[in-house]
């Protein structure tokens, strides 16, 4: 047994969510979505009772190109955190119908496929394979099912599009000459090739890009705000839960270890840059009066503490970021999840628009208010402990990016609980708003129940991520 | 050798039956021949021999190549029965020049002597001259077929006068003997003169920037399948052509010899970079799908020309390289074929809508079109690969970014169309399901996805 069961699992689902037609699509997808999950659980057992469940084939001779896939904490907790989160985000499109819903579903799974692929990827060309495939079925999703003028979406969908593939594409070509110097894209050999300075700088670069963008770090986030407000939620949900995460994950896996001279030389301007997102975000999402935009911005926030973290090349700072990829992927989840309920109900997304919703639905605003509480990073929540880890490791570097960074819990407690007064405070509502019903609670009680329970016990994922992270870091300081 | 002939035959097979009256079976027969043909090349493979005075050498790159071009031949002919069913009487005409045209191709890339290469450009160009006008009543038709013909023959000219001065400088057609002889130290400066000429002309051929302006005219005034027809086989043929002829010439060498290799290489580099960025930012602003789709083609030829810089090894990576375009190509064509087959011309916005009103032929475009742009899992996407593997190995790595970023504005003008298929409302509807436009269709890009996920099937043919 080994982790290409569950990629197979996941592009079969595909192909059967596709054929078997519109009205049994969403449970199909969500049986596969299941069916991954329990196997990755069952994977995760082999993987801590010692078992090996990596995978290496030759697929192309000439030049070579292999089909690895590596199973090691790290890559199995951004897995699992991957086939976590598409059951959850399909179970939460429950409430809607959606035109042609075989495609819809068929291309959510073929998105996790490919982003499994990427998370587990072990040679680099099959990880730039994935890498790309991840980024066909969100276009679609943000392009056909997606909201507002159809003209704007457009705009939205294609700049989104050439921009992640101009950065991908430079990434190719880096991988291309790091061929050349290794004779192979496998992982641990390009882990081995010695460069100089100057080659790991362009390296170092053409990787940056790529990543940058995904994540997104300033200045390459500006179609950012735009995609999320256009995409479906399920799609936004996709982009923010998990598909940015791949950045996240490919900076640890890929550009430090490959190109570590460049990582340490330049490490103050990656931190800076990722801290400027911090302020930039927190500050822009102050003004928002769109609940998505508000929290894709609050997303830019979070992650660009994330990618500061990353930069910080020591345990602590990788570590955190990890810790709060998996926390910042499932709050916010849940909190578009929170916009898109209540946008069943009031058709708006505008934050004016809204309000009074406390007084109609006590439930749903105390799921609503952890949610909140929980993304600024609350103490006892899961996203706590991933923050202040980051930050305790940035101010190890330097105490000014801790005070800086820090500013997201000042800022993001303010803008997200003015937001929350905003949504749900204030008169009662005109309009009616029913509270969550059995489906919608699932979804948010889950997504809560993780944050909480890890909020106070993270120690089986640290357990699970350390010994991979300690391993990247050996590399990074082999010289 | 045997392929020749046995195409040959065919094509005089496939006149016959208009005097038989078998008009109906004439497609059917065409490609079960054409089949009977693949599999003959097929048994050639692999041996190396000369016929008729050195006249026609059959090589390993010959017969990869003739393989290729019998198969999208195949698909040719597969389409041209739904695309000339309102001229029952023409259709064996048109099938039999599409087969002479094959083998005027096979005839240019198995070629031992430069007049046997000049039979064949002629045999191709004058098919596809005809084939280009073949809308009788139709004045764009008329203005394509008499462009192509006034610069094709031109550009034949040109060729021909550069075999002269070789034959002046060298004495001998024959390419054994030429390329024995121009490793000498001693060359008349009439062989290198000679040789600019004749890749100039080939240049024409494959529409390479600054010899392209014939192209989007002459591919928008023709019949849709003629277009087909010139962006694919044609394309594929001039352009294998010219690596044959620059490889077994021994010009590299030969100009190594006289420290010309830097300026050859530096000519290569700009014209490849020229074909790419002038195709694909003209690209960007056309309307019409056949137009877009030729300057996309010049693009296509930029790349392709870069595999003249490795020419000791990149045999490989150009028949790759062609196949995966070849396919994409003609997957995208039948969707074109099909959806403007009752228009009066191939605007974008004939498109609207298809995603809606047939799901499967827009996925083939999209995918085709992916391929095109360079997406994985798509052949199209690992033949750039291979292609920028090699040429940065041999250390052109500003060239390969030049590649990247046209790459990307290349997305700009593939997405228009695939924005147009998903994104906008119907504005006709659509009756009927022809098979053979829809067998192409699935043929070619499953095909395509086949080469993507086995890409060594091709690429090491031509070990």
Same mark, same amino acid.
């Given at each position: ?36 999950? *329990? ?280 570590? *955190? ?84 960074? *820090? ?33 919608? *609670? ?38 | ?5 046995? &195409? ?74 739904? %695309? ?161 002829? &620059? ?16 300026? %050859? ?85 004939? %498109? ?33 690969? %291979? ?13 390969? &970014? ?5 790459? &990307? ?55």
């Amino acid at each position: 047994m080994n982790v290409s069961l569950i990629l197979i699992i996941l592009l079969i689902g595909a192909f059967v969510t596709y054929f078997v037609g519109d009205k049994l699509a969403s449970k199909v997808a969500l049986f596969f979505s299941l069916a991954a999950l *329990g196997c990755s659980v069952v994977l995760l057992n082999h993987f801590c009772a010692g078992e090996n469940i990596s995978v290496i084939n030759a697929w192309i001779t000439q030049p070579k190109i292999s089909f690895a896939l590596n199973a090691d904490g790290l890559a199995i907790a951004m897995l699992l955190l991957t086939v976590a989160l598409t059951p959850i985000i399909i179970f939460s499109s429950f409430g809607n119908e959606y035109k042609n819903a075989k495609g819809f579903y068929a291309l959510i799974l073929f998105m996790a496929f490919a982003m499994t692929g990427t998370f587990l990827a072990a040679d680099g060309l099959l990880y730039y394979i994935f890498w790309e495939l991840a980024l066909i079925p969100i276009y679609f999703i943000a392009l056909i099912w997606g909201n507002g003028d159809a003209e704007e979406r457009r705009k939205a969908v294609i700049k989104f599009f050439i921009y992640t593939l101009a950065g991908s594409l430079f990434m190719l070509v880096a991988f291309i000459y790091l061929y050349q110097k290794a004779g192979s894209f496998l992982i641990d050999d390009l882990y081995k090739v010695n460069l100089s300075a100057n080659e790991q700088l362009w390296i170092f670069l053409a990787f940056f890009l790529a990543y940058a963008i995904k994540i997104p770090i300033i200045p390459f986030h500006t179609w950012q705000a735009n995609v999320y407000q256009k995409a479906p939620t399920v799609g936004t949900m996709l982009l923010s839960g998990i598909m940015l995460k791949m950045g996240l994950y490919s900076v640890i896996r890929w550009q430090l270890p490959i190109a570590p001279l460049a990582a340490k030389e330049y490490m103050n301007i990656f931190i800076a840059l990722g801290i400027a997102g911090v302020i930039y975000g927190s500050i822009v999402a102050l003004r928002q009066k769109d609940l998505k935009k508000l929290l894709a911005y609050s997303s830019l926030a979070h992650v660009g503490l994330i990618a500061a973290g990353t930069y910080t090349l020591t345990v602590d700072g990788l570590r *955190g970021a990890v810790l709060q990829m998996i926390a910042h992927g499932f709050v916010v989840v849940g909190l578009f999840y929170a916009a898109e309920i209540i946008y069943r109900r009031f058709q708006t997304r505008n934050i004016s628009e809204m309000g009074g919703i406390r007084t109609q639905s006590p439930k749903f605003t105390s799921m609503f208010l952890i949610l909140v509480l929980a993304s600024v990073a609350l103490p006892s929540t899961f996203n706590f402990v991933g923050e202040f880890t980051v930050l305790y490791s940035l101010s190890q570097i330097n105490i000014w990016f801790a005070v800086l960074g *820090g500013t997201t819990i000042i800022l993001g407690a303010y803008y997200m609980l003015k937001m929350f007064q905003g949504v749900m405070l204030g008169e009662t509502n005109s309009k009616t708003f029913a509270d969550v019903s059995v489906n919608e *609670g699932i979804s948010l009680v889950v997504i809560i129940a993780v944050l909480i329970f890890f909020g106070f016990y993270p120690k089986p994922i640290t357990d699970l991520i350390t010994p991979s992270l300690e391993t990247i870091l050996s590399v990074i300081n082999k010289n | 050798m045997n392929t020749l002939i046995a &195409i040959t035959g065919l094509g005089i097979f496939c006149l016959l039956f208009e005097i038989l009256n078998l008009r109906k079976a004439i497609v059917p027969i065409t490609i079960l021949g054409l089949l009977g043909v693949l599999a003959l090349n097929f048994s050639e493979f692999g041996s190396t021999e000369s016929y008729y005075n050195n006249m026609i050498t059959v090589s390993k790159f010959s017969t990869a190549f003739s393989s290729l071009f019998i198969i999208l031949t195949i698909f040719l002919v597969a389409l041209s029965h739904n %695309f000339y069913e309102n001229h029952p009487t023409k259709i064996s005409d048109f099938v039999a020049i599409k087969v002479f045209l094959l083998a005027g191709g096979v005839a240019m890339v198995s070629f031992g002597n430069l007049a046997m290469f000049f039979l064949g450009i002629e045999i191709l160009s004058i098919a596809l001259y005809v084939l280009a006008a073949s809308e009788r009543l139709n004045l764009k038709s008329n203005e394509a077929g008499m462009k192509y013909f006034l610069m094709g023959s031109f550009a034949s000219g040109i060729i021909l006068f550069g075999i002269c001065l070789i034959y002046g400088a060298m004495g001998s057609f024959d390419v054994v003997e030429i390329s024995e002889s121009s490793l000498s130290a001693e060359l008349p400066i009439w062989f290198p003169i000679g040789m600019v000429l004749m890749v100039i002309g080939m240049l024409f051929k494959v529409a390479a920037v600054p010899f392209h302006f014939w192209a989007p005219d002459v591919y928008e005034g023709s019949p849709a399948l003629t277009t087909a027809l010139m962006s694919t086989l044609a394309k594929v043929v001039a352009i294998a052509t010219l690596y044959k002829l &620059i490889s077994v010439l021994n010009l590299i060498p030969s100009l190594e010899n006289q420290d010309l290799l830097p300026t %050859f290489e530096n000519i290569v580099v700009i014209i490849s970079i020229a074909s790419m960025t002038v195709g694909n930012i003209m690209a960007l602003r056309q309307v019409n799908v056949k137009r877009m789709l030729a300057f996309s083609g010049i693009s296509h030829a930029g790349f392709m020309l870069m595999t003249l810089l490795t020419i000791a090894t990149s045999a490989g990576v150009l028949l790759y390289y062609t196949a995966a375009y070849a396919l994409a190509g003609i997957a995208a064509f039948s969707v074109i074929l099909y959806v403007c087959k009752n228009q009066d011309n191939e605007d974008i916005t004939n %498109f609207h809508g298809l995603g809606k009103t047939n799901p499967l032929l827009a996925a083939i475009l999209t995918g085709s079109l992916l391929s095109m742009a360079g997406i994985p899992i798509f052949s199209g996407f690992f033949a750039k690969l %291979f292609l920028f593997n090699q040429t940065i190995q041999s250390g052109y790595i500003a060239l390969v &970014i030049v590649a990247v970023i046209n790459s &990307i504005i290349s997305v700009g003008y593939y997405f228009k169309l695939i924005l147009a298929m998903y994104s906008k409302e119907p504005n006709q509807e659509r009756t009927g399901k022809p098979f053979l436009i829809y067998a192409v269709a699935i043929v070619s890009i499953v095909l395509n996805i086949v080469l993507g996920l086995f890409p060594s099937l091709v690429l090491d043919l031509l070990k």
